[in-house]
């Protein structure tokens, strides 16, 4: 699986909407970009994926630029429940299983 | 029932105890997963189960024995661990035809090893 790059920690208001980059410069063509996050102590939960089109549902917007080298996580309005470390991952969705790998993530913190 | 149990939340053994945790789903998803979480660190994968077969093992210590006896459910044995195994212990399930909804996370084990 390609691997991804984030930055380790960003701030944002609450209210404010909170925009999480995510390069993965080596992605393939059949490789799907994935995000999740892990609230404090609890199991990571998944968020969102796409492969070319930008892609919404009721947590969050993603994203993907055209050459697919980089993405957007997006927040429309962060709240102090939305602090949490958030993991972008790219993976082949074609297996009887999944092998999903973590990076570090981008440890986001929701000020008031 | 959209969701992942596990069983017990804590565990506190000793080195020389045998334990087990517990994993179930009713989602009729027919891959499992379980992952290794040190604090401040991202999960770390262990073991793939996909249709009740061990899929992969990344070169875990046997200390660690999974067993998948039915579709629903999935168990870790430990024996001999070490204190440095403490962590939180993840288990995951998902879909196995490919398809495009990731996992589903179970809120974990927290493992103390004394």
């Known amino acids: 699986d390609a691997k991804t790059t984030q930055p380790p920690s960003m701030d944002c208001a609450e209210g404010r909407a909170a925009n999480l980059p995510c390069n993965h410069s080596t992605i393939s063509g059949n490789e799907y970009v994935y995000w999740y996050r892990q609230i404090h102590s609890q199991g990571p939960q998944y968020i969102i994926h796409g492969l070319k089109n930008n892609e919404t549902n009721e947590m969050a917007s993603l994203i993907i630029t055209e050459d697919r080298k980089s993405s957007t996580l997006i927040l429309p309005h962060a709240t102090l429940r939305d602090t949490a470390v958030y993991y972008c991952?790219?993976?082949?969705?074609?297996?009887?299983?999944?092998?999903?790998?973590f990076g570090p993530g981008t440890s986001l913190s929701v000020i008031p | 029932d959209t969701e992942v149990t596990q069983t017990p939340k804590h565990l506190v053994m000793g080195m020389t105890n045998k334990k087990s945790l517990k994993c179930e789903q009713h989602?009729?998803?027919?891959?499992m997963y379980w992952y290794k979480q040190k604090a401040k660190k991202p999960p770390e994968l262990m073991f793939v189960y996909s249709y009740e077969k061990l899929s992969i093992n990344e070169s875990v210590p046997s200390r660690f024995s999974p067993e998948c006896p039915n579709s629903s459910l999935l168990n870790l044995h430990l024996h001999a661990l070490q204190p440095e195994d403490s962590a939180l212990y993840l288990c995951?399930?998902?879909?196995?035809?490919?398809?495009?909804?990731?996992?589903?996370f179970g809120s974990g084990t927290r493992l103390t090893v004394v």
């Open positions: 991952i790219v993976r082949v969705a074609l297996a009887s299983y999944d092998k999903v790998i």
């Open positions: 995951a399930s998902s879909q196995a035809d490919g398809g495009g909804y990731g996992y589903t």
């Open positions: 989602m009729g998803h027919r891959a």
